[in-house]
Each structure stands twice: as C-alpha cells, then as structure tokens.
C-alpha cells in the first residue's frame, strides 16, 4: 500500500500498467511531473519524490512499466521501445505536457522517450549512460562477479542494499529491496549494447542528478551523459543509487524542483 493516503492508484484500461498520481491541494496549472522508474523497481519508488512534488504544486504520477509493480505484462516480451512507448503514451494522456523523470534504466527509456515526445523537460536521475554500459557491467563485477555473470547468461541483476543505498537504515533497505523484482533480460542486453538517442524532439532542456558513491552507475558515465545533453549536473555524494530512497532522498529532489520552478519561469517570460 503507498505510504501516503492521498497517492491514488489506477490502472490503464489501454494498457494493464499501474499508475501513481497524487494531486496538489490547490491546483494552479502547473507542469505535471511523470517518474519512470528504474531495474526492477515500480512506481512505488517514487513515493517520496511524488508527495514532494505535489507539496510543490505539481500534479505527479508514477508509471509501473510492463512486468513491474502493480503492471501487468511480461518481461520476456519487453524491451527497452516497449518501455519507451509506454512512457511516451502515458505522458500523452496526461492533461499537459509533463516534465519527465526518469531513474537509472528508467533514465535511459527515458532518453530514448523525449526524442520522440515533446516532452515540457526531463529529468535524469543516476541514468543509465547515454553510451553503451559496459562500465556499469565492470561496476556490478568489481562488486559482485556472479551477477555480472548472471546478466550475461539472461538472468535478472539483483537489487542488493550495496547497489542501492550508502545511508539507509539496514531493515528499512532490506525491506526496500524486497520490494524489487526481476528486469527483462531484453532490456538488460540492450543497456551494454544500445545507440545514444537522437536530441531531445523539441529541444526540451535537461537536467542531470547524480552521485560519486553510486555503486551502479559510475559517475563518469552520468557526467558523460549530462555532457551530450549540454545539461546541468547536480551531484549528491553520500547518496546511494536510488537517490529517491536513500536517507537524504528531500535535497536531490529540492534540486529538482526547483530546477523545473526555473524552467517555468524561463518559459512564462519568453
């Protein structure tokens, strides 16, 4: 059950895919937020970062993916334009255009969405590179060599507390990573071997969250993907890789709305 009684839960009659939403308590037009989650998470991942952004003002929604959380659908038929394409019709049906968040896998599909969708910006958090992760590979095998080899034979990466957090307590990262599931072993090809995606479609701006002690993600590969975009680069050390779980999960998501209140402002004086 969400941690939050005003988090409303639904699910797409076109689609089976779960959907989180929570509502400001005074609307005001602002840019809805939609969070894409990552390997074998759901869209409860986002709950902190949901109730903030609706504290915010924002309308914000969280997607469960094909084969994830509340979603139906199957693993074994999902790749990374499947994810893509349910990223991209889900912000279409959103009452505005929305600012698009996207964590770790999720950061990639959600690369490859906004060259497609016009999205109003996005977000990406400890993304997958924009080039091919093979050094992710060499990060899981430096830590863990089984599941690197795990990955490469088509079985799913575990979701392990030290992949994930640096300063959670230990019961409640155990309970977190519990919480998580397998991945397609499609998708996880695709991040070692994939083409960067083209340009955003519309030239919606980019910013970049990271952090040095990721045990996922090398940060010279987040610093290379915020290069590509021309976007800017907020770092957190002392965060783990679910930035939006880890103790300190309220800064980088203070940056983050704040960085979106900025691209409003931009876009309300042009």
């Not at 924009?130 to 060599?145: E, K, M, Q, Y």
Request: proline share 8%.
């Amino acid at each position: 059950m969400p941690i939050d009684d005003r988090i409303e839960q639904h699910t797409s009659s076109w689609s089976g895919l779960e959907l989180l939403e929570v509502q400001p308590d005074d609307p005001d037009g602002r840019t809805p937020v939609l969070f894409v989650h990552g390997a074998g998470h759901g869209a409860w991942c986002w709950e902190n970062w949901l109730t903030a952004t609706a504290d915010a003002g924002h309308p914000a929604y969280a997607l469960s993916l094909s084969g994830h959380g509340g979603s139906g659908g199957s693993l074994l038929r999902s790749h990374l334009g499947t994810y893509a394409d349910e990223v991209i019709r889900t912000a279409a049906s959103l009452p505005r255009q929305p600012v698009i968040v996207g964590h770790s896998l999720g950061g990639l599909v959600v690369q490859k969405a906004i060259a497609r969708y016009p999205a109003r910006a996005a977000v990406l958090v400890a993304p997958i590179a924009a080039r091919p992760g093979l050094l992710t590979l060499a990060a899981i095998a430096r830590r863990h060599p089984g599941d690197a080899a795990k990955v490469m034979a088509g079985g799913s990466l575990p979701m392990r507390e030290d992949y994930l957090f640096e300063e959670l307590e230990p019961e409640v990262a155990t309970g977190y990573s519990g919480r998580c599931g397998n991945e397609s072993p499609w998708a996880q090809f695709q991040v070692l071997l994939h083409l960067p995606a083209r340009p955003p479609k519309g030239g919606a701006p980019v910013l970049v969250l990271g952090t040095p002690d990721d045990a996922l993600i090398p940060i010279d590969d987040v610093r290379d993907t915020a290069r590509r975009y021309d976007a800017e680069l907020i770092e957190f050390p002392g965060i783990g890789h679910d930035l939006m779980l880890d103790r300190r999960w309220a800064e980088p998501a203070e940056a983050m709305l704040g960085w979106i209140d900025s691209v409003e402002s931009i876009a309300e004086a042009a």
